[in-house]
């Protein structure tokens, strides 16, 4: 039910009105009489207990809480606001005379992007360059460049950047010239923001019984925030179809989330899967989207700026699919159409993977962007 607010003018004016309806003699009800003034001042009294009653109400029901109040409504219960998840993806280091020196990338040597966002190398054990003796990456001689993994120094969606931009070193390493990054980090996330917690929270509740895919979808999104899944419920991760026994697919919006991940969320579904039930966790089949399409735009419009506003929007809403899903090739045509600030004459020859065809929907897989090409062309 929702409340009806007054201000102070239409309280003193509805109390003025009732008032004089309700007295059979004539009243001075007019600015500054003694009437009048004793109206007001009830009036400021009821301004300032209808205050109140929001100040209660927003600190007191989720849906209209906001910050620290949805952290303490949601504390009562036990549940707490997932925090943000660092970036993270592989960079290049070369060197310009790799044919004389070898070179060691210990753990904690920084990168950075011209902008100052920071990364620092991480251990991988499962790395080819990995060596425990030398206790870091070795590129040995002869060799040019070797492939690291690095995370964000700071977790939130601040360390998605784009391909190139990291290449400044932020620690000298010897034999180490340069550093790029040949492919985009995407999977850094910010803190649970409010409306996501809001979201979570009915099926946080739901989940507190065991043993249920309402309580496995649960353990899931609690590990960290930038998680999407698909349940294949019955079902071995050959895709063969085994009783008592489900397989969860799981994405951290890069299409291969670290081992780390995959144990978290191993040890979250754990908890809550039924005695004697097995279950696996694994990441998804990377379908890539490469999209093609020539765009018209009026003579009048910037063709390069709407061209990346394109791109950008297709991007996005590529980037936007959950694991398991699909991706209709008509949306593409559409999503050219409504890009923000776009004016488009016309939308011709677009091909999603070389064709006009959906990608299907399939339980085990996820869908990253590929190459955008966006044509453009002048028209009248």
């Not at 109390?15 to 009036?43: I, K």
């Not at 791109?311 to 809403?317: I, M, R, Y």
């Not at 776009?342 to 190459?371: C, E, F, H, Y």
Request: glycine content about 10%; some cysteine; charged content about 10%.
């Amino acid at each position: 039910m929702s409340i009806t607010l007054r201000s102070f003018s239409t309280t003193v004016s509805t109390a003025v009105a009732s008032a004089q309806a309700a007295c059979v003699q004539l009243l001075d009800l007019s600015v500054g009489s003694p009437g009048r003034a004793l109206l007001e001042s009830v009036g400021g009294v009821g301004l300032w207990l209808q205050y109140l009653a929001l100040q209660i109400l927003a600190r007191t029901r989720l849906a209209t809480s906001s910050g620290v109040d949805c952290d303490s409504f949601v504390n009562d219960f036990g549940m707490t606001r997932l925090p943000g998840v660092a970036a993270s993806g592989m960079v290049t280091l070369t060197s310009f005379s790799s044919e004389s020196q070898s070179a060691v990338v210990p753990v904690g040597v920084k990168v950075r992007t011209v902008a100052g966002v920071m990364f620092q190398v991480v251990e991988d054990s499962g790395n080819a360059a990995w060596s425990v003796q030398q206790g870091g990456y070795v590129r040995a001689v002869g060799v040019s460049a070797v492939t690291v993994p690095v995370q964000a120094v700071l977790a939130g969606s601040s360390g998605n950047v784009p391909v190139g931009s990291i290449c400044l070193l932020g620690t000298s390493v010897s034999g180490i010239d340069t550093v790029t990054n040949a492919v985009p980090f995407v999977n850094g996330a910010d803190g649970e923001s409010d409306a996501a917690l809001r979201l979570r929270f009915p099926l946080w509740l739901s989940a507190k019984s065991t043993a249920s895919r309402a309580a496995v979808g649960a353990a899931v999104m609690d590990v960290q925030t930038n998680l999407s899944y698909s349940l294949m419920d019955g079902e071995m991760p050959d895709g063969s179809t085994t009783p008592g026994y489900f397989t969860v697919v799981v994405n951290d919006g890069s299409g291969a989330p670290s081992d780390a991940v995959l144990g978290e969320v191993y040890q979250a579904v754990d908890a809550v899967r039924a005695v004697g039930v097995g279950f696996a966790v694994q990441r998804p089949k990377m379908v890539v989207a490469s999209v093609a399409m020539t765009v018209a735009v009026p003579s009048g419009v910037d063709a390069s700026v709407a061209q990346m506003a394109i791109q950008a929007a297709v991007t996005q809403d590529i980037e936007i699919c959950g694991v398991g899903s699909g991706y209709a090739y008509s949306r593409l045509a559409y999503i050219a159409y409504s890009s923000a600030g776009v004016q488009v004459l016309s939308v011709t020859d677009v091909l999603l993977n070389g064709a006009q065809a959906d990608i299907p929907a399939s339980t085990n897989q996820a869908i990253v962007v590929g190459m955008v090409s966006v044509s453009m062309n002048q028209g009248a």
